[in-house]
């Protein structure tokens, strides 16, 4: 298949835009055409195919990272999807929850957004995945770029599902996972902050930043992004406690940062740091925590 090559950026985000639309209004055709089954199924499945829209065009165009932003859009698509869905007036809960998904979902896209330099440019990662792969690559562009992050975000969004078609009232719990999903907001716009202010300013490449957020921890963003998810999982359980197994999506997210993410992020920085080792040493990989020098 031939690959189109996008150079210029402006036309690189309208065909982002238009990819996406195409993609919601494909998942919303799915969605009616499942809908005698649960609309968590439904949802589902209509969440897989904007996926695979937008799968195609990114093989179309070369560059899986056409996929980057589905992340942080599609919650804010399913979450007002869902509270519709229920037909339930706007409580407390439905506010807060959208409230914080609103807030995490807008930081996270602009910060792609301004980052992102076009459909002329590709994710290390994905480039490196090929190189490393070739023969492989199809199933790991389908399966671990693009559907494994759609259905783990699925399973993080459970709780958020749960708590709207659910009755309840305000208490100490869901005002604690309100507070825990926006202080991770806040840590994630300070650590995005600070790490573009390093980039802007490093007198040497082979530096890595160890201010601010990063003087406590390694991957403070990526702390902020787990510690969200688990703030929407408390805001649920402050509605239906009953429901704790839905535990097993800030679970979900916390491996994949973890165990996948941060070491492969970590592999790439010592290939071209080394002294990044002493770094690793000295400061907590993800829990804030203060320095052992």
Not at 120 to 135: E, F, T, V
Request: charged letters at 10%.
């Amino acid at each position: 298949m031939p690959v189109l090559k996008i150079k210029t950026r402006l036309v690189s985000f309208i065909i982002v835009l238009a990819v996406y639309i195409f993609s919601f209004f494909i998942s919303f055709l799915v969605f009616n055409l499942f809908n005698n089954i649960h609309i968590l199924l439904a949802s589902l499945l209509a969440d897989i195919a904007a996926t695979l829209v937008v799968w195609v065009f990114g093989i179309i165009f070369g560059n899986s990272s056409l996929y980057d932003p589905y992340w942080s859009v599609a919650p804010l698509i399913i979450i007002p999807f869902w509270i519709l869905s229920a037909g339930i007036a706007f409580s407390i809960f439905e506010i807060l929850l959208f409230a914080a998904i609103f807030l995490w979902s807008i930081r996270l896209t602009f910060n792609w957004a301004k980052r992102w330099k076009g459909l002329a440019h590709q994710d290390w990662r994905y480039i490196k995945l090929k190189k490393d792969n070739p023969r492989l690559w199809f199933l790991t562009n389908l399966i671990g770029i693009n559907l494994m992050p759609t259905l783990i975000v699925f399973i993080a969004l459970l709780p958020a599902y749960f708590g709207i078609v659910s009755k309840g009232s305000l208490n100490i719990l869901t005002i604690l996972g309100f507070t825990i999903s926006i202080a991770s907001v806040f840590i994630q716009a300070v650590s995005d902050f600070q790490m573009d202010l390093f980039k802007k300013n490093k007198p040497f490449s082979n530096e890595f930043i160890d201010r601010g957020l990063w003087r406590y921890c390694r991957h403070p963003n990526y702390f902020a992004e787990v510690l969200f998810w688990w703030g929407i999982w408390i805001l649920q359980m402050g509605i239906n406690p009953k429901i704790w197994m839905t535990i097993i999506g800030p679970i979900v997210v916390t491996t994949l940062f973890i165990f996948i993410s941060i070491p492969m992020m970590e592999k790439h920085i010592l290939s071209s740091k080394p002294s990044y080792s002493v770094y690793q040493r000295q400061v907590a990989m993800f829990i804030f925590w203060f320095r052992t020098k």
